[in-house]
Antibody, heavy 120, light 108 residues
Framework: QVQLQESGPGLVKPSQTLSLTCTVS??????????WSWIRQPAGKGLEWIGR???????NYNPSLKSRVTISVDTSKNQFSLKLSSVTAADTAVYYC????????????WGQGTMVTVSS | SSELTQDPAVSVALGQTVRITCQGD??????ASWYQQKPGQAPVLVIY???NRPSGIPDRFSGSSSGNTASLTITGAQAEDEADYYC???????????FGGGTKLTVL
C-alpha cells in the first residue's frame, strides 16, 4: 500500500523560498509508470496543479508558476521535493503531493496535505 | 481555452440521480478524471478514463464524455456523497494538468 507524506515548514516569510518534501512509502518512486506531482489548495478555494516530475528527472510545470517552481527527485531517499521561490501571501495554501498513474491519466494516491502560511 | 468549467453548486434529493459536468476544449482529446473532497480531507479519485472506478468506489458513481463535456453521474445519491467534486484533465498541450473550479454537491 503506497502512501505519500508531505513535510516541511508551516510558515514561510514573504519573498523567501517555500520548500516541501514528499516521502513515498510502501513502494518505489522509481517505478516507471508514474509521475509525481504537487497540487495546492488555498483555503476555501479549488485545486491548482503545480507541476510534476518523472523519475528520469523530466518535469512539467504549471505555466502560471513556472518561473518560480522547481521540482526534484531523490530516488535514494524515495522522495521528491518542491521549491517555490519569491512567495507572497497568495501562495498560502494546503500543499498536496500526489501520484499520477500514467496509464490511468489520473492522480490515484494523495498525501494528507500540509498547510503552508506565508507571513512575516 | 485550456480552462475546465464546472457549475459551482448542485443539489440532489436523497436517493435521486445527479450529474456534475465539466466543460473544456481539451476534453475533446483527453478524458477527465474526477475527485471527491470532503472537508478537511485530501481529494479521492472516484472516476478515471472512459468510465473506470478505483477499487472501493461504489458503483453508483459513473463517468461519461461527449464532445467538450465530461460528466460524473451519481445514481442514487447518499448522504455521504455530499462533498466537493473536481474534474481534472490535460490542457491543450497535453503536458500539463488542469483542474476545474469544483462543484459543491448538497444532498437534500
Amino acid at each position: 500500500q503506497v502512501q505519500l507524506q508531505e513535510s516541511g515548514p508551516g510558515l514561510v516569510k514573504p519573498s523567501q523560498t517555500l520548500s516541501l518534501t514528499c516521502t513515498v512509502s510502501g513502494g518505489s518512486i522509481s517505478s516507471g509508470s508514474y509521475y509525481w506531482s504537487w497540487i495546492r489548495q488555498p483555503a476555501g478555494k479549488g485545486l491548482e496543479w503545480i507541476g510534476r516530475i518523472y523519475t528520469s528527472g523530466s518535469t512539467n510545470y504549471n505555466p502560471s508558476l513556472k518561473s518560480r517552481v522547481t521540482i526534484s527527485v531523490d530516488t535514494s531517499k524515495n522522495q521528491f521535493s518542491l521549491k517555490l521561490s519569491s512567495v507572497t501571501a497568495a501562495d498560502t495554501a494546503v500543499y498536496y503531493c500526489a501520484r499520477e498513474r500514467m496509464t490511468n491519466d489520473a492522480f490515484d494516491i494523495w498525501g494528507q496535505g500540509t498547510m503552508v502560511t506565508v507571513s512575516s | 481555452s485550456s480552462e475546465l468549467t464546472q457549475d459551482p453548486a448542485v443539489s440532489v434529493a436523497l436517493g435521486q440521480t445527479v450529474r456534475i459536468t465539466c466543460q473544456g476544449d481539451s476534453l475533446r482529446s483527453y478524458y477527465a478524471s474526477w475527485y471527491q473532497q470532503k472537508p478537511g480531507q485530501a481529494p479521492v479519485l472516484v472516476i478515471y478514463g472512459k468510465n473506470n472506478r478505483p477499487s472501493g468506489i461504489p458503483d453508483r458513481f459513473s463517468g461519461s464524455s461527449s464532445g467538450n463535456t465530461a460528466s460524473l453521474t451519481i445514481t442514487g445519491a447518499q448522504a455521504e456523497d455530499e462533498a466537493d467534486y473536481y474534474c481534472n484533465s490535460r490542457d491543450s498541450s497535453g503536458n500539463h494538468r488542469k483542474f476545474g473550479g469544483g462543484t459543491k454537491l448538497t444532498v437534500l
